[in-house]
């Protein structure tokens, strides 16, 4: 038997589904109806039902349909006129309330109090989005970008991309399609549930999400200009070695409190910041990331350096301008040459290096290496630059 899928049928459905089960539990049909029985009369029975419960929009969206296709209507157009209204106050209302709200997909939205830190969902794509959020926030930050890299487990929710720049999610057998920003939205909606409010959540020490929110932007943001403007200064050589030497090491502090030079997420960090625009902050991430290979790789555990040297982009002796300035000698693998550096410099040291920035010569295992040396953070003597052959 073929299904009636006229006008009038779809939207007797609709109401009948509202009678027996009441506002919420038709909001599909109602949804169906109006995309497809726009104007439709009918639909008008069902439009304070609607508002009542919070679904404004769709609401709104009935009346206006039905309004543009009969002007003639006055009590109908003065009924859509009350509502906007009533909408606008209860918008403002809730602007001042601390109430943030966001459409997910048609009547669908999520709504925050800021106030309470609680987090909300209306309809099922609004609830496929919290869930995947929640779980996000429940997880420990590895954990959490595991997931978010789609390599979930069986029995989690889903996330994985989508055409527009948009992410697809699943969760309990249902879907959504949302943009990265409402996600993003989202997430940190529920980490402030779970974690109560915070400014940065990815850049921070330990990070408490990975992904980065509206708070790691400010914070990338507020310090991408002085970083950009040191690295002019240097190449231009207009700085003394002292005043070099102090800036470096309070941006380099600065930048560790953000927690970018130090794992975990280093990789998702330096993503990050190139979408935030900020070149600089991510030359510095990408540099310690590759120190942080370098450190926990077995040629260095192989190497004498290994108990001499500190593992660490910013308490060790390899700058973190080595990565960018130590290029491997034609075949010669990247590591092993930076091993050699990195002894050769430890065994310069313990002879006797001068306090000033210098270089020197070193050749062992198959090497010929210049290095660069000079003082950071005021006392800290460290390698930034090497060239070398075999």
Known sequence: MTRDISH?????????????????????????????????????????PLFDVGERELALEILGDYCGQHPEDELVQMRYDDLRDADAQRAAAEHDAGLDVRTV????????????????ANGSEAEVVLECARHIARLQPEEAARWWRGEGRSGEPVVMAAPDGHIALQA???SANV????????????????LGDFARWMFAT??????????????????EPSLAKFAEDVAAKTLPPA??????GSLIAQI?????????LLAEKYAALIGFGCPALARCTEAARQLADYFAGPIRAQMPV??????????????LDFPNAAPAPAGSELHRWWAFCEMQFVIAQRDGLPDTPGVFFASAGGFRGKLYFRIEDGKRQVLHAATGSR
Not at 243 to 248: I, M
């Open 8 to 48: 009038d049928a779809l939207v007797r459905r609709a109401v009948a589904k509202f009678e027996a089960d009441g506002i919420k539990a038709a909001i599909g049909d109602i949804a169906v109806a109006k995309v497809l029985a726009p104007e439709h009369p009918g639909l008008l029975v069902l439009v304070d």
């Open 105 to 120: 997909a048609g009547a669908s939205s999520l709504s925050r109090d800021r106030e309470r830190n609680a987090m909300d």
């Open 172 to 174: 309990a057998g249902k």
């Open 179 to 194: 943009s990265l920003e409402l996600l993003r939205w989202a997430i940190e909606g529920a980490y402030a549930e779970h």
């Open 206 to 223: 330990p990070p408490k999400a990975c992904i980065a929110g509206e708070g790691d932007r400010d914070a990338a943001a507020s310090l």
């Open 243 to 248: 005043t070099e030497s102090a800036r470096r």
């Open 256 to 264: 560790e409190t953000f927690g970018l030079l130090s794992e975990p």
């Open 306 to 319: 290994a108990h001499l040297g500190l593992a660490s982009p910013t308490r060790g002796v390899l700058s």
